[in-house]
């Protein structure tokens, strides 16, 4: 019988191919021209004119296995062309980007949530985490209205918090810029129930006047008092009026004719005859995050602590301070003593291969770090057995990384 060549499509297994291979002969400039492009993508149907894009099956296909099934599967794409039209073209050129480079140069506010859409849809969990870094580290402070609108609208849940807790860090400025007042009626509403809004409630109340002028003038109505209430709505009761002071409030509402006369005077009443309130206004004050908290230690969890010189573990109290990646551990012994205090930025430390140690009463145990997958940390202990951690699950020890209480994935 005569052999088969093992290279030939006869013998050929369909199998996904090894991520490194050939990946040097594609480059930024292979994918700007297309030179030896072999699928085309119409891009952005359903948001307007469609952008076509050419590609390589094969870069596609060891980048994401859903490029793999789309061109290799049962039902793979034959013809030229791959019509995709509910992803922007914006967040698709990201994409590619990504996939041919591991970068994306062009990030920005506006497309930052339909480019976690496009990563979430073709399973890249790694530009996912370039998309939350980016709004968490690198996104202007004014731009996150912008961004917080549009993720509310794809449904992009972790970019929409994300923006939320810039907004309660950074209220203040961001109350005053020009965003705030073309925001949404429910976008207002989403930020005025935060309890953490680092901002005074009197400058509070003054952006949601403004925003109330403003959502009147683009109705075409007179900002009297009536119509500025009709515009906000139940928004007006998240303001908490019982804060302001007898000044704001005589200068403010009482003078601009956003509250009614009763309210007022219930306000005055409970803040000067101890009346009840019994407005739906809140009268408890906002509290800073603890996010914004960066200056106290919380305890988070009885451990094993790895010694300095890494030749012992005694149990040990973890506290922490900080926010994002920036993290101080204090790891205080039973008897009082700090076993061991540093900062660090954890996206600079965690690379897929660093062993780890896992802290049980049990004892340590040899671990391998995988990676980052969205919010979560993936830490693998064999073939088998795969493991996440959040981000404060994660005790760093002179250039070590110790994972405990970590719950096993699926």
């Not at 449904?155 to 007042?181: G, M, P, S, W, Y």
């Not at 965690?350 to 062993?355: A, D």
Request: contains cysteine.
């Amino acid at each position: 019988m005569a052999s088969v060549d093992p290279n030939s499509s006869i013998s050929r297994k369909r199998k996904r191919p090894d991520p490194d291979s050939g990946l040097q002969i594609y480059t930024k400039e292979t994918l700007v021209s297309g030179d030896l492009s072999d699928v085309q993508f119409s891009v952005g149907g359903d948001f307007g004119e469609a952008k076509l894009f050419k590609a390589h099956k094969y870069i596609l296909s060891i980048r994401s296995p859903v490029f793999y099934a789309m061109f290799h599967g049962s039902m793979a794409e034959s013809g030229p062309q791959v019509d995709i039209p509910d992803c922007m073209p914006d967040a698709f050129a990201n994409m590619l980007s990504y996939l041919y480079t591991d970068t994306v140069e062009n990030l920005t506010a506006d497309n930052v949530v339909p480019t976690l859409r496009c990563a979430d849809k073709y399973d890249l969990p790694q530009l996912a985490t370039v998309c939350l870094e980016f709004v968490e580290t690198r996104m202007n402070i004014g731009e996150c209205l912008v961004t917080l609108e549009r993720a509310v609208q794809w449904n992009a849940d972790d970019i929409v918090e994300k923006c939320l807790r810039l907004v309660e860090r950074h209220c203040d400025v961001i109350v005053q810029t020009e965003q705030f007042t073309a925001i949404a009626q429910d976008t207002l509403k989403m930020i005025l129930q935060r309890s953490a809004l680092a901002a005074d409630e009197h400058d509070i109340y003054l952006a949601v006047e403004r925003w109330a002028v403003e959502a009147c003038k683009r109705s075409n109505l007179e900002p009297s008092g009536i119509n500025r209430r009709a515009m906000l709505g139940d928004a007006l009761c998240l303001v908490r009026f019982p804060l302001l002071n007898g000044v704001q409030l005589t200068a403010g509402p009482a003078k601009s004719g956003l509250l009614l006369d009763s309210e007022l005077l219930n306000i005055f009443l409970h803040q000067n005859g101890g009346v009840p309130n019994q407005l739906p206004f809140s009268q408890e004050r906002r509290s800073r995050s603890t996010a914004q908290r960066a200056d106290q230690f919380k305890q988070v969890e009885e451990v094993f602590a790895l010694s300095p010189a890494g030749s012992w573990w005694q149990p040990a109290i973890l506290q922490w301070a900080g926010e994002r990646g920036s993290l101080m551990w204090n790891a205080t012994g039973m008897d009082g003593t700090v076993v061991a205090e540093q900062a660090v930025r954890v996206k600079d430390f965690l690379k897929g291969g660093q062993p780890l140690y896992h802290m049980t009463t049990l004892g340590p145990r040899a671990a391998t770090y995988v990676k980052q997958h969205r919010t979560k940390h993936i830490v693998r202990f064999d073939t088998q057995e795969e493991t996440e951690c959040g981000l404060y699950q994660l005790l760093l020890h002179n250039s070590q990384v110790v994972a405990w209480k970590a719950s096993k994935v699926g």
